[in-house]
């Protein structure tokens, strides 16, 4: 793509908001549109560093609302979708499975609805080609399940095995993304990371190193 108009979900937690400040200085060319509902992982703060940016458009909303997910396709003619926002704490999830379930599987539909709308049905239905677009899945290496002390490391080709509400959700939203792949022809990419900590990530994820302030 000569320019990429982005819809970054997420994009005001640690990984997210990362993501947006190195895309912004590595493409100044591209349009990145931030959304995030703010949630405890999420800081509207963690974008001061760009907000300034002309090219940086910050919305907050909800991934399940798919009506505003269609609008902001049209409206910024988004052709790539960056999918970070994720209910992410392992030990919430076996206390609070419920927000899990909605955000990381009726979420991640949500959005894979809409971009097989605007990306794939309308432009059939109006006898045009699909144009080009990417929808970008980050998921986990936790759908794998757990390693031992001895274990080779995970694959690419391991076995799904989620242990924890939070895995299974993930696992099922990885499913989803596959899944409108190959019946719809959407153009998707999953990656598995494990885990992260840096530059404003929540200490309750990061115990015992607190790396809110900047190395």
């Known amino acids: 793509m000569e320019q990429r108009n982005i819809l970054v979900t997420g994009g005001a937690g640690f990984i997210g908001a990362n993501f947006v400040h190195y895309w912004?200085?590595?493409?100044?060319?591209?349009?990145?549109?931030?959304l995030d509902a703010l949630t405890y992982a999420g800081n509207k703060a963690n974008l001061d560093i760009v907000a300034n940016n002309s090219n940086m458009t910050f919305v907050h909303?909800?991934?399940?609302?798919?009506?505003?997910?269609?609008?902001?396709i049209d409206t910024h003619q988004?052709?790539?979708?960056?999918?970070?926002?994720?209910?992410?704490?392992?030990?919430?999830?076996?206390?609070?499975?419920?927000a899990f379930i909605e955000t990381n599987i009726l979420g991640t539909y949500s959005l894979l609805k809409a971009a097989k709308k605007k990306w794939i049905d309308e432009p059939k239905a109006q006898g045009k080609p699909t144009p080009e677009h990417r929808f970008h899945h980050v998921s986990?290496?936790?759908?794998?399940?757990?390693?031992?002390?001895?274990?080779?490391?995970?694959?690419?080709?391991?076995?799904?095995?989620?242990?924890?509400?939070?895995?299974?959700?993930?696992?099922?939203?990885?499913?989803?993304?596959?899944?409108?792949?190959?019946?719809?022809?959407?153009?998707?990419?999953?990656?598995?990371?494990?885990?992260?900590?840096?530059?404003?990530?929540?200490?309750?994820?990061?115990?015992?190193?607190?790396?809110?302030?900047?190395?």
């Open 61 to 72: 909303g909800n991934i399940c609302d798919t009506a505003l997910i269609e609008s902001l």
């Open 140 to 215: 986990t290496d936790e759908v794998y399940g757990t390693l031992n002390a001895t274990d080779p490391a995970f694959t690419e080709e391991t076995a799904y095995a989620p242990n924890s509400p939070y895995s299974a959700s993930k696992a099922a939203s990885d499913h989803l993304v596959r899944a409108y792949h190959h019946t719809y022809g959407l153009e998707v990419t999953t990656s598995n990371c494990s885990n992260n900590y840096g530059y404003i990530s929540l200490p309750r994820k990061t115990d015992p190193v607190n790396c809110y302030q900047h190395p």
């Open 78 to 98: 988004l052709n790539t979708i960056v999918h970070f926002a994720a209910e992410s704490h392992v030990d919430r999830s076996i206390t609070e499975p419920d």
């Open 24 to 34: 912004l200085a590595q493409y100044p060319q591209d349009k990145v549109i931030v």
